[in-house]
């Protein structure tokens, strides 16, 4: 999987390259804000720093991070939204935060509509997690514990991930208590602490699996989690929606074509590159680059935009 | 009747309180104390802030009711003292204005002179654009500072403004290429 | 593989780790020069009003993760280096404290209440001392509990706290803050829900940042360094100023003169000041082992726990707490710092950050990877070495590498920092202003966070004025947050239940506690007054 993936990265790379003259002359006029829509120093706050970091070096452009913050991205989305389109103000955060999010909150009058998307660098091994000590080896243990009339807590982050909860008890006939935590990490920590009895978790749960102490009971996204090849999908479980959010980058819509490119280029192919240090943190913290740019990314947000209707129409039922 | 200080103090945060709780908090807040997601009954909103304005009312009633017992001497406030902080905070607020409108506007004269067309925003992070309105701001609010601490204007006064703002630069600028002076985060 | 192979592992790998240079062929390992370095700097910036450890650390750590890279041989540099600052800006912070009555971390606070009257009375040297002394035994004595209980405690106490009951803790601390700081109740409770109030200020689960009114700069919420460092250093700096100009004209204005002789430390006064240590170390480390309750309840109670022993006991003639005691000063510090070690039980057996600084360590750990903070690295393989158990122990090791430089030079350093004494404070105060203003600037970058740094200044200086201790409003603040998170996530997951602070035996104690606390302070409160009216 994870090579197929590194092939198709590349291979996009190439292709992208051949189509690239103009790309490659243009130059930001200016430094380049870029907002980052998570809390400094964390994996995905250092992701974006080391992109920009090998950027200057590669391209001599300027890049000055900025950490906007809040509101599950919503708050950097605000700030991207008006900011101006020539290229020298992008903006990093999980592409969920322009389809689902935006969707879950019309009165901030927000549209995907309003926004470039330039690349995704990474997808996340979303995963229903339990502590080992529960004894539970899939989703179905803890089905099965709670139709012997446990009631079960659920940790998750974000509303998105509270619908998909929902709906994957009801699927079940399992009535959790869905309960919202700021953060995977903190998902995480209610999970050992014994806070909650399972939560979703997007990667972070590795080394707990690998050393035993945490459980991935079933895999959220589309396709088995690497880690865990047998835990089943929750596709297989009555839930239809499958978490395939990226870390995506973006600019204000309305960007010139060749900036478009010349930026969303260079991304990818700084995280498609292991050697460099922004390629090593994809491969070790997200499992390998998943790249996107140009048409295939608008279709990919197009698809998300459609998916996320159906969620939060699903889950409002 | 008149009221003591401490009651007084106690009056306005209960009028303070009560405008939160049955006010502020209703008008702008989008959910109720509760509010009922997927079936599943949570805490909304308006939840928290409220326990914040019942915090402000038992101490604001406390000290209504009983702030008039005390019979301690409590020294005069010192209007003069509230004048003159009053002053300093408009001194800073009027340097950081000052750092907004310092490097827009020699670029705009730069611009007459030049006939070039630059742009603020891009030059932000180019020296020596990025340190006017800073060095200027910075000098203007140590000196008027000083100034008014001592009671005179003086050049040494202008001097240590100019000294500070050279200590920041290389503080916050010179070593790291990511950090931005005030104002060029806001452009 | 035994326990005491894994520690001379852990102590191997910082001392030969990859060699940065070396004096008479014998190498220094680059994580000693790390600590040495993270120290220096962690003196320097908490003696600076307006810096702090959080601030330094976060800015350091993208630069050194960049410097050291991503591999597991980065850790424990990097790690030292944030632990170096982490001692020494908790021993620096009581410099400005002291000197300038300004507070460079929220913890030394309660330093100002007696340090700052010492420098008043000319024994600016004998406070530092006594900070000093304190702040490195509380320290040391927290990191050895932290290294013999880190595998039990944390466990233990997590086992019996959950949500609803670490709902519970969370209002105790809080009604107790509000109830036992800054003389009256009333206006502690006035501070304390302000304080709340802040925190909630734009954040929330709705969509709309709430109690904003609709205004952008608002809505990701009030910056934490605008509100505290608005409240507590602007608005004493602002205040300060003003006495400095009211008195100006006043020809007794008194030149702080240093008493030669009695500013050391005697085996009396340190005789005098162990009990006091002691007391708060103990402590400062029970509570930096409760996970999210900071240094600040720690100092809080150390400083209460020394008044009420110094009440007993003092002299006639010794100054009041409050005055200039000695024993106010070693109180708050030995408190503060002894949470710094116990902190890192609940961060290295559980992974939850129980401070900023630990958040930071966290963080650290997590960008380079190698190191997960949990549960899993107290296993105690035999078979295999476990190598996050080594990297344990080698943060152990670095702990104490600080606490020896700390013990060794960390006094000389700090009252180095004394220097700035000399500085005309008309000509410090608009500078050191400028300073906490920009750091704040480049820190959130937004004009806004000095709009509403300067908002809460001058609310800090207006309760200044009005007699309301910052202190109850800063605590809230911090904790405002987590608390609202907590109650919504025990209500969440115990399906609902509007009792659930009430109806399991340890939550309901907690709140038992918390309304009686309040009620006897109030109590308190208005019978010392009628007494004062009687007589």
Redesign the interface.
């Known amino acids: 999987m994870k090579s197929l993936l590194k092939t198709f990265a590349t291979a996009s790379v190439v292709a992208l390259a051949a189509t690239a003259t103009v790309a490659q002359d243009w130059t930001p006029p200016g430094p380049i804000k870029m907002m980052v829509a998570f809390r ?4 995905a706050d ?1 992701h974006a ?2 992109i920009a ?1 090998e950027l200057e070096k590669r391209h001599g452009w300027q890049i000055i991070p ?1 950490e ?4 599950g991205g ?2 950097m989305a ?1 700030a991207l939204k008006d900011a101006p389109a020539d290229g020298t103000v992008i903006g990093m955060a999980v592409s969920t935060v322009f389809t689902y999010v935006m969707e ?2 019309p ?2 009058g927000l549209s995907l509509d309003d926004y470039t998307p330039l690349a995704t660098t990474a997808a996340f091994q979303m995963g229903v997690v339990a502590d080992a000590s529960r004894g539970w080896k899939t989703i179905d243990d803890a089905f099965s514990a709670a139709q012997d009339g446990e ?1 079960l ?1 659920f940790g998750v982050a974000g509303p998105q991930l509270a619908d998909m909860a929902y709906l994957l008890g009801e699927a079940n006939g399992v009535d959790f ?6 953060g995977g ?1 903190a998902v ?3 999970i ?5 009895d399972m939560g979703f978790v997007a990667g ?1 749960q590795g ?2 699996v690998a ?1 035993g ?1 945490l459980v991935n009971l079933a895999s959220a996204i589309s396709e088995p989690l690497d880690q865990s090849p047998d835990a089943p999908l929750l596709l297989d479980r009555g839930l239809e929606f499958p978490s395939n959010g990226r870390f995506i980058f973006a600019a204000p819509a309305g960007i010139p074509d060749e900036a478009r490119q010349a930026i969303s280029d260079a991304i990818i192919a700084v995280v498609s590159d292991p050697e460099t ?1 922004a390629g ?2 994809v491969d ?2 997200f499992g390998g680059p998943a790249t996107a740019s140009g048409v295939e990314l608008d279709a990919f947000m197009q698809d998300d935009l459609v998916s996320s209707r159906a969620l939060l129409e699903a889950a409002s039922q | 009747m008149s009221l003591s ?1 401490d009651q007084k ?2 009056a306005f ?1 209960l009028l303070f ?1 009560v405008l ?1 709780v049955f006010v ?2 209703p008008l ?4 109720g104390y509760t509010v009922q997601v997927r079936r ?10 409220t ?10 009633l ?2 209504l009711v ?2 008039g ?4 001497p409590q020294e005069p ?2 209007f ?3 004048r ?2 009053g002053l ?2 408009a001194v ?2 009027l340097s ?1 204005m000052m750092m ?1 409108f310092v490097g827009p506007i020699a670029v705009l004269v730069s611009n007459l002179l030049t006939g070039m067309e630059q742009e603020y925003r891009l030059l932000r992070d180019a020296a020596p654009w990025k340190y006017l309105g ?1 060095a200027v701001g ?1 000098t203007f ?2 000196t008027s ?2 100034s ?4 005179r204007f003086s050049l040494r006064a202008v001097l ?1 403004g100019l000294c ?1 703002v050279l200590a ?1 630069i290389a503080i ?1 600028d010179l070593p ?1 290429d990511d ?8 452009v | 593989m035994g326990a005491l192979d894994y520690i001379w592992m852990g102590i191997l790998a910082v001392l030969q780790g990859p060699e940065f240079f070396s004096i008479l062929g014998v190498g220094v390992s680059v994580t000693i020069v790390m600590v040495a370095l993270g120290f220096l700097l962690g003196v320097a910036v908490g003696a600076t009003p307006g810096l702090g450890g959080p601030i330094a650390m ?2 350091s ?3 050194l ?2 410097i050291f ?2 591999t597991p041989d980065a850790l424990l540099p990097v790690m030292g280096f944030l632990i170096g600052i982490m001692k020494g800006a908790t021993i620096g912070g009581a410099v400005p404290a002291i000197l300038f009555n300004t507070p460079g971390t929220p913890d030394a606070y309660l330093t100002t209440l007696d340090g700052y009257p010492m420098t008043e009375n000319g024994e600016a040297r004998k406070a530092l001392r006594v900070a000093h002394f304190s702040s490195v035994t509380g320290d040391t004595f927290s990191d050895v509990v932290l290294i013999v209980c880190a595998p039990f405690l944390a466990l233990l106490v ?2 019996y706290l ?2 609803p009951e ?1 709902a519970a803790l969370l209002i105790l601390s809080l009604s107790f803050i ?1 109830a036992a700081v800054g003389g ?11 304080g ?2 802040a ?2 200020i734009g954040t ?10 609709g205004s ?1 700069a608002l ?3 009030l910056p934490l360094v605008s509100v505290i460092l608005g409240a507590l250093i602007i608005g004493s700096v ?2 300060e ?6 008195e ?1 004209g006043r020809a007794e204005r008194a030149q702080r003169q240093q008493k030669r002789q009695g500013q050391g430390l005697s085996f009396a006064l340190i005789r005098k000041l162990l009990p006091y240590i002691g007391r708060s170390a103990v402590a400062g480390t029970i509570i930096g082992a409760l996970p999210g309750i900071g240094s600040t309840l720690a100092a809080t109670i150390g400083y209460a726990l020394g008044r009420a022993r110094y009440a007993k006991t003092k002299h006639p003639d010794d100054p009041e707490f409050g005055q200039g005691a000695p024993e106010g000063v070693a109180s708050t510090e030995a408190a503060n710092s002894s949470v710094s070690g116990a902190n890192l039980i609940p961060v290295l057996s ?3 950050p129980g401070n900023a600084a630990a958040v ?1 360590l966290i ?1 650290a750990a ?2 380079i ?1 190698g190191f ?1 903070p ?3 690295v107290f ?1 105690f393989t035999t078979d295999q070495v476990n190598p996050e158990l080594v990297i344990a122990f080698g943060l152990f090791t670095c702990m104490f590498l600080a606490n020896f430089l700390n013990w060794t030079v960390g006094g000389v350093i700090m009252r180095s920092m004394g220097v700035m004494t000399r500085i005309p404070k ?2 410090l ?3 050191v ?3 906490t ?3 704040i ?2 820190q ?4 806004a966070a ?2 509403i740094t ?1 908002a809460f ?2 609310m800090g ?1 207006l309760m200044r ?2 007699g ?1 201790s910052p202190l109850p409003f800063m605590v ?1 603040f911090i904790l ?1 947050g987590r ?3 907590t ?3 025990a ?6 239940d509007p009792w659930f602070l009430l109806n399991n035996p340890i939550a309901a104690a907690f709140m038992g506690l918390a309304a009686l606390t309040v009620i006897i302070a ?1 109590r308190q ?2 019978r010392s ?2 007494s ?2 009687k007589a």
């Open positions: 400094a120093g964390g994996g250092t720093r080391l970091e900025e906007v913050a809040g509101r919503l708050n605000i879950a909150s009165s901030a009631q807590s208590n869905i309960v919202s935590l700021r990490r995480l920590d209610a050992t602490a014994g806070d909650v972070i080394k707990g050393a102490d240090e090593a943190l070790r913290a | 200080r103090i106690g945060f309180a939160l502020w908090v702008d807040v989008d959910s599943q009954v949570s805490v909304g909103d308006a939840f928290a802030p326990i914040a304005g019942v915090f402000v009312l038992i101490g604001g406390f000290l009983f702030g017992t005390r019979d301690e406030i010192d003069l003292a509230l003159f902080a300093l905070f800073y607020v950081f907004l800073f910075c609010a140590i500072t000083i008014l601490l001592e009671g240590i500070a920041m916050y790291f950090l931005l002076l005030p104002p060029n985060g806001d | 976060a800015i750590l993208p630069i993760v960049s890279g991503f997590e086992s959950d949500l670490k509000a009256s109740p009333a206006k502690g409770l006035i501070s304390t829900g302000l709340l109030l925190a909630y929330g689960e709705d969509f709309y940042p709430r109690l904003t009114g952008e809505q990701s919420g602002i205040y100023m003003t006495t400095y100009w009211r100006r559980l992974g939850i930071f963080l997590e960008s990877g997960t949990g549960p899993s296993k008309q000509i105060l608009p500078c202003l400028m300073l203003l920009t750091a600037y480049v959130e970058t937004a004009m000095v709009w300067l200044g001058v200086y004025v009005f309301i809230a405002g608390l609202e998170e109650l919504r996530q209500f969440s997951a115990t399906g609902s109030l409160d208005r007054s009628f004062e009216r």
